[in-house]
């Protein structure tokens, strides 16, 4: 209950009169049923345009330091994260990928629609990176399809580091939905995991015109804390050779 009010009374207007979101493709949302709703990762305020604009509920797996905090920030905090739909997930925790896995599984073996970004971190300096596979072991398990979206321009509203968002036009593009019922029963087939996450993030590249770095967004960052480096130079640093990305990821022929 307090998710529609969020949107539709004390949050939602207030966004759509300042940010004036533009959407393009929501008929690319299933009206009913599960869906994976894919999204590359610019800004902190990408989860609440994404769940503005899309009339069905929206839910995403969070960390759960949104749901711990303590005083009156971390009561707000929980707060907004629940009304919002956010599920917590501890990923400090052993078992924190298994969790964040079955989780999203249930949800939408529940028919629902669950936000997913695959780079699993905000990208460091606006490029797209990498996808983890586990949107593709959620697909395969749940049979939900997996729609291709991308946020444009909210890493301007409210870029890393700054806590005052800014006022900036927000664009919302989303893809036709890609059905990978050919891989029915290849659940656990890393290749097969690894082919539908890379089919996935060339969608997001086209979507939104972001440049593709073939590393983890989050071993990206853990270099530049390490090493002071700008995300530029560390890609430069960590990026493979075109030898070892043949190597390390073979052709998937299945379907």
Do not use: C
């Amino acid at each position: 209950m307090f998710y529609w009010v969020l949107k539709f009374v004390l949050v939602g207007p207030i966004l759509r009169m300042f940010f004036r979101p533009d959407v393009q493709g929501l008929e690319n949302i299933p009206s009913r049923g599960p869906a994976i709703l894919a999204s590359n990762h610019l800004s902190f305020s990408d989860s609440v345009f994404l769940a503005l604009m899309v009339s069905r509920r929206v839910t995403f797996l969070a960390k759960s330091e949104y749901f711990t905090g303590k005083g009156f920030k971390g009561l707000l905090s929980r707060w907004f994260f629940r009304g919002a739909g956010q599920v917590p997930i501890d990923r400090a925790s052993g078992t924190a990928a298994q969790d964040a896995l079955d989780t999203g599984t249930r949800i939408l073996r529940e028919g629902k629609l669950l936000g997913i970004y695959p780079e699993g971190t905000r990208s460091p300096d606006g490029r797209l990176y990498r996808g983890k596979t586990g949107l593709a072991r959620m697909s395969l398990e749940s049979g939900a399809v997996v729609v291709p979206l991308v946020m444009i321009d909210t890493e301007k509203i409210q870029p890393i580091g700054k806590k005052i968002p800014r006022i900036y036009k927000v664009r919302i593009r989303i893809g036709v939905p890609l059905d990978f019922s050919r891989y029915d029963g290849m659940s656990g087939d890393r290749f097969v995991e690894r082919s539908m996450t890379d089919e996935v993030m060339y969608e997001l590249m086209l979507l939104s015109g972001q440049q593709y770095v073939d590393l983890y967004a989050a071993k990206v960052k853990v270099a530049m804390d390490d090493t002071g480096a700008s995300a530029d130079e560390v890609v430069r640093m960590l990026k493979p050779s075109p030898l070892e990305v043949a190597e390390r990821v073979p052709a998937t022929l299945a379907g």
